[in-house]
């Protein structure tokens, strides 16, 4: 675990978020997720306002590289050998990268909104998660040789948090419910076709990543539907509405069914989805 005591920490859980997704060097933005996350779950930390603390920025920092492509120019990622294994724990790595500036985002942006502690103690443990994921995910392209930012990645995650930033619920619907969400139906076969070429290492941070997701997308579900509840919504309609406005891409089975539903995301919320954007 990255060191915490040397440098200051933010002085509210706020700054803190602006301060994690403003970072353009990943080890202090993995850094600052764990020194923010210890000092809110210590109860060392107010929760703070984007007009007090300031608001969060329209992208997140980046480091000079690597090179962002649109995702259709990006090579297909396939686990084989040692070049494709990098190009795909690389590719993996990037996408833990953002989902570490989504989900701060998403604690600092709707701070002005009126929410239970809890809200705030279960997207924090989302923060840390997502960080310690891209950091195993670094450590493992450094014991290959190589280090995040030696390839392309994409740049269309975060275009999700710039179409959903006005509102908690699509926000909540996208990110957790169709993102995290389709990390339950494509992690499994990546840890089979892992162990299945010997790469013991690289399935063992896969079997955290998927035993993460899980709860990343049932806190999903539980704030969708409290959110819903509140500003009288039905969950599902409200979800598949959400889902047609914002997500620029394809709902696509297979889907596992398991997972989704231990995770409170039942087949009535995404399968009517796929026939219409698939």
């Not at 920490?9 to 700054?15: G, I, K, S």
């Not at 690597?66 to 297909?76: E, F, Q, Y």
């Not at 833990?96 to 701070?111: K, P, Q, Y």
């Not at 919504?233 to 509405?241: A, L």
Request: a positive charge.
């Amino acid at each position: 675990m990255p060191q915490t005591h040397t440098k200051p920490v933010p002085a509210t859980l706020v700054a803190g978020a602006r301060a994690i997704v403003s970072a353009s060097q990943t080890d202090e933005k993995v850094r600052l997720a764990y020194a923010v996350s210890k000092a809110w779950f210590q109860r060392d930390l107010a929760l703070g306002t984007p007009t007090r603390d300031g608001a969060m920025p329209d992208r997140p920092g980046r480091p000079d590289q690597p090179v962002l492509l649109a995702p259709r120019d990006m090579p297909k990622r396939k686990l084989g050998g040692d070049g494709s294994k990098i190009a795909l724990i690389h590719s993996l790595a990037h996408i833990e990268l953002n989902a570490v500036d989504l989900t701060w985002d998403l604690i600092g942006r709707f701070a002005h909104i009126k929410l239970p502690r809890s809200y705030y103690d279960d997207w924090v443990r989302v923060g840390l998660e997502e960080a310690k994921h891209f950091a195993m995910l670094e450590d493992r392209l450094a014991k290959l040789g190589a280090a995040y930012g030696d390839m392309p990645a994409h740049d269309g995650l975060w275009q999700a948090a710039q179409d959903t930033g006005h509102d908690l619920a699509a926000r909540l619907a996208i990110i957790p419910l169709v993102l995290e969400a389709r990390g339950l139906d494509i992690t499994p076969p990546m840890i089979e076709k892992a162990r299945a070429i010997g790469d013991e290492d690289t399935a063992k941070v896969l079997d955290v990543i998927y035993r993460d997701e899980k709860n990343h997308v049932a806190f999903g579900a539980k704030w969708f539907r409290y959110w819903c509840d509140r500003i009288g919504q039905r969950p599902e309609s409200s979800f598949h509405t959400y889902v047609r406005k914002h997500f620029r891409g394809n709902l696509k089975p297979p889907f596992n069914d398991r997972a989704r539903s231990e995770a409170g995301l039942t087949p009535g919320f995404y399968k009517p989805l796929a026939p219409l954007i698939g």
